[in-house]
Nanobody
């Protein structure tokens, strides 16, 4: 059974930090590019960051460059999103996403809520 389980969300003040985690099971984690997406109320889901199979390449949305860092631990089958200097506009439901490189087979997590507010 495939599972992507996000954790680490919560309420944080502007300027604060959070670290999201996504634990994967039920598929060969090291063969999947991993991403974080987010969706704010009334808005479309948007790509936040993507990391390659081995973790040596990452891409970010312009809005989070320099503030967010994506990483992965293939031995622990986990992907992380370190979020610093958080802004109210970062408030959203954050989703973990896995996509198999060679054929596009993909999976979504259920999401973890991040709220940035004073």
């Amino acid at each position: 059974q495939v599972q992507l389980v996000e954790s680490g969300g919560g309420l944080v003040q502007p300027g604060g930090s959070l670290r999201l985690s996504c634990a994967a099971s039920g598929f060969t984690f090291s063969r999947y590019a991993m991403s974080w997406y987010r969706q704010a109320p009334g808005k479309e889901r948007e790509l936040v960051a993507t990391i390659s199979l081995t973790g040596d390449n990452a891409n970010y949305a312009d809005s989070v460059v320099g503030r967010f860092t994506i990483s992965r631990d293939n031995a622990k089958r986990t992907v992380f999103l370190e979020m610093n200097s958080l802004k109210p506009e970062d408030t959203a439901l954050y989703y973990c996403y896995a996509r198999r490189v060679w054929d596009g087979l993909d999976y979504w997590g259920q999401g973890t809520q991040v709220t940035v507010s004073s």
